[in-house]
């Protein structure tokens, strides 16, 4: 049973546009929830995560939404740039650790 | 601040031999959990060391057993290895949650890729 899910494993958007990436999840005992982005030959790398009784929140160019009556939240990337190429998690996080979707690979386009 | 270091970063191991990987955690930080990354997949959970105990684990069977030091470094076991258990294991670090509310985010090592053949 996944837990969490990130239904599109690849996502191309142009350089200066906004980058929206989606995740679903079933439980509903996450506490928080967390995105993460990995170049290839890295560990993942934190990047934004929001308190599961919170709807939004903001760091410079990347959002959280999180929709918990949906069991939804996605992560806005405003402007995209280049060096945003990489692969995002999504987690949810809680009494049992960490718990990752599959991941999405978003490529920008020049 | 050295960040989160693993070692050894590749490993080639032959099916039913046995392997430990090792894991520094980021300075100020006293939990480390262990994460199983096979290709295509998103990290998944082993377990979870505070105070040198283990403290939650993952579906993951007893052929995987780990350990935590006194200065909060940590190991992980693996016997008996099966082809299956060729990953990308993930070391992360971070400070106990002491609150319901509390947002852990873990620090993540570059990993150590095993190989089994």
């Known amino acids: 049973d996944q837990q969490v899910k990130q239904n599109s494993p690849s996502l191309s958007v142009q350089e200066g546009r906004i980058s929206i990436l989606n995740c679903d999840y079933t439980?509903?005992?996450?506490?928080?929830f967390l995105w993460y982005k990995k170049y290839p030959a890295e560990g993942p790398t934190f990047l934004i995560s929001i308190s599961s009784i919170k709807d939004k929140n903001e760091d410079g160019r990347f959002t959280v939404f999180l929709n918990k009556s949906a069991k939804h939240l996605s992560l806005h990337i405003v402007p995209s740039q280049p060096g945003d190429s990489a692969v995002y998690f999504c987690?949810?996080?809680?009494?049992?650790?960490?718990?990752f979707g599959k991941g999405t690979h978003l490529i920008i386009q020049p | 601040d050295a960040g989160v270091t693993q070692s050894p970063t590749h490993l080639i191991k032959t099916r039913g031999q046995q392997v430990t990987l090792r894991c520094s955690p980021k300075s100020g930080h006293d939990t480390v959990s262990w994460y199983q990354q096979a290709l295509g997949q998103g990290p998944q959970f082993i377990f979870q060391?505070?105070?040198?105990?283990?403290?939650q684990r993952g579906n993951f069977p007893d052929r995987f057993s780990g350990h935590q030091f006194p200065n909060y470094s940590s190991e992980l076991n693996v016997n008996a290895l099966l082809l299956g258990d060729s990953a990308l294991y993930l070391c992360a670090s971070s400070p106990f949650p002491r609150g319901p509310e509390m947002n852990t985010e873990a620090f993540f090592g570059q990993g150590t890729r095993l190989t089994v053949v």
């Open positions: 987690a949810g996080g809680g009494a049992d650790g960490l718990t």
């Open positions: 439980n509903s005992m996450f506490d928080y």
């Open positions: 060391y505070y105070e040198e105990e283990e403290r």
